[in-house]
C-alpha cells in the first residue's frame, strides 16, 4: 500500500479513504463536508434537525463550495419522525452517499436505488452488517465504543471489525476513536476500506460549532470521556459537563414545549436542545459529544491541515512498518 490509496463505495471512488463522519444538531454543515470533498474525502453533512428546505439548501451550497475530487454525503439519524422525509429530500437533492445510524431502515435502500445514492448504514455487529449487505448496503461502517455521539455496542472497534470483515463482500469502514494517520495506517492494514472520523474534524476550523465548544474538546482529558443514557434510549458518549453530571446523576430535567422530534423519546431531557446549545457554545445547558480520544487533540486546524498531517503520519507509519518487529510492538500496543 505505497501511500494513503484511494477509496470506492458502490459508483463513488474519493482519493482518500477518509469519511467524514455526520455529526447533529448542525455541528457537520455545507462549510466542514464541503472542505473534506475538496481535499478528496467524502464529506457529509448532518440532516438530523434540519428543515427539508434548510437541508436542501445546505447541500446546494455544498455543491458550489466543493473545488476537489471527494465526494458529498448526508447522515439523518434513524430515530428522527421526519426520517423519511429528509432522507427523500436529501436523495433528490445530488448527493453520492447517504450514511444512518441508530436503528434499522429498509426503505433508505429503496430510496437508494430509485434516485442513484449509495447507501452506507453504520452498524456495530457482523449480524447487522450481513442485513444490510442483503439489503442493498454499498459498504458498512463499523462503529465501536470509542465513537463519540449515540452507541450501539459497548465493543471496541479493533474486536468488532474482523468478525463484520469475515461477514461481508462489501467495503467495510471502521469509525471509533481514530485520530491519526497512524490509526489509519493500522485500519487498513487489518483489512477495512476506510475510516470515518468525527472527533478529529469537529476541531477543525470549518466545523460550524461555536469556539467554546471547541475549546472544550482542546481542554477534555482522557478521564472527562463519559457515558450517558440518552432519551433516544441508546447510551452515548460525550464529556463530563454540568448537564452530562445532571444526566449520569438521574437528576430530572424538564421538558418543555416538546416538538416530538423523535419516533421514541425517553422523556429524560431534551436531546436536541442539549446539542443544539452545545453548539451554540452554551456549556452549561449543552451535552457534547466527542469521542473517547478527543484528550489526545491539542489544535483546531483548517480541513486541509487536518488531511496534510494525516498523510505525513500514515506515509511516516507505513515506512516504519516495513520493519516487521516495529509493526508487531505496534499491534501489541494498540
Ligand atoms: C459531536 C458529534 C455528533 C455526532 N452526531 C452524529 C449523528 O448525528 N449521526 C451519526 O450517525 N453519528 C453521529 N456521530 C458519530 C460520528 O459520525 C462518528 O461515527 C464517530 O464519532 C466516530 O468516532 P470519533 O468521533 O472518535 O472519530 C457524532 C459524533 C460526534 C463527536
Given amino acids: 500500500m505505497p501511500g494513503m490509496p484511494s477509496l470506492t463505495i458502490g459508483r463513488i471512488t474519493v482519493p482518500y479513504p477518509i469519511i467524514q463522519g455526520g455529526m447533529a444538531i448542525k455541528i ?49 439519524l434513524f430515530a428522527v419522525s421526519d426520517f423519511a422525509e429528509l432522507v427523500k429530500t436529501a436523495m433528490s437533492a445530488g448527493i453520492d452517499l447517504f450514511t444512518s445510524g441508530a436503528g434499522v431502515s429498509r426503505d433508505m435502500y429503496t430510496w437508494g436505488r430509485q434516485y442513484g445514492v449509495e447507501v452506507v448504514p453504520i452498524v ?5 452488517a450481513k442485513m444490510a449487505e442483503r439489503l442493498g448496503a454499498a459498504a458498512v461502517v463499523v462503529e465501536g465504543v470509542e465513537a463519540g455521539g449515540h452507541l450501539g455496542t459497548d465493543r471496541s472497534v479493533n474486536e468488532i471489525l474482523p468478525e463484520v470483515l469475515q461477514a461481508v463482500k462489501i467495503p467495510v469502514i471502521a469509525a471509533g476513536g481514530i485520530i491519526t494517520g497512524r490509526d489509519i495506517f493500522h485500519f487498513l492494514k487489518k483489512g477495512a476500506q476506510g475510516v470515518q472520523m468525527a472527533t478529529r474534524f469537529a476541531a477543525s476550523v470549518e466545523c460550524n460549532a461555536a469556539q467554546p465548544f471547541k475549546q472544550y474538546y482542546l481542554d477534555a482529558k482522557k478521564e472527562d470521556s463519559v457515558f ?75 480541513v486541509s491541515d487536518i488531511f496534510r498531517k ?22 501489541n500496543e494498540m
Avoid at 124 to 128: T, V
Avoid at 310 to 331: G, I, K, M, S, T
Fill in 28 to 76: 457537520s454543515t455545507a462549510k466542514l463536508a464541503a472542505a473534506v470533498a475538496t481535499e478528496g474525502g467524502i464529506g457529509i453533512i448532518a440532516g438530523t434537525a434540519m428543515s427539508s428546505a434548510e437541508l436542501r439548501e445546505e447541500i446546494a451550497s455544498a455543491r458550489k463550495m466543493i473545488k476537489g475530487p471527494g465526494a458529498l454525503g448526508v447522515n439523518i
Fill in 124 to 128: 456495530s455487529s457482523a449480524r447487522l
Fill in 228 to 302: 450517558i443514557q440518552s432519551s433516544v434510549g441508546l447510551p452515548g458518549r460525550a464529556l463530563l459537563s454540568p448537564l452530562s453530571r445532571k444526566i449520569i446523576s438521574g437528576e430530572k430535567i424538564p421538558v418543555e414545549n416538546c416538538s416530538g422530534c423523535l419516533k421514541k423519546c425517553t422523556g429524560t431531557f431534551c436531546i436536541r436542545r442539549a446539542l443544539e446549545a452545545a453548539r451554540l457554545g452554551d456549556i452549561e445547558k449543552g451535552l457534547i459529544f466527542a469521542g473517547a480520544r478527543v484528550g489526545e487533540i491539542s489544535d483546531i486546524l483548517s
Fill in 310 to 331: 494525516l498523510v505525513l503520519e500514515f506515509n511516516d507509519e507505513e515506512q516504519r512498518c516495513q520493519d516487521q518487529a516495529y509493526y508487531n510492538w505496534r499491534l
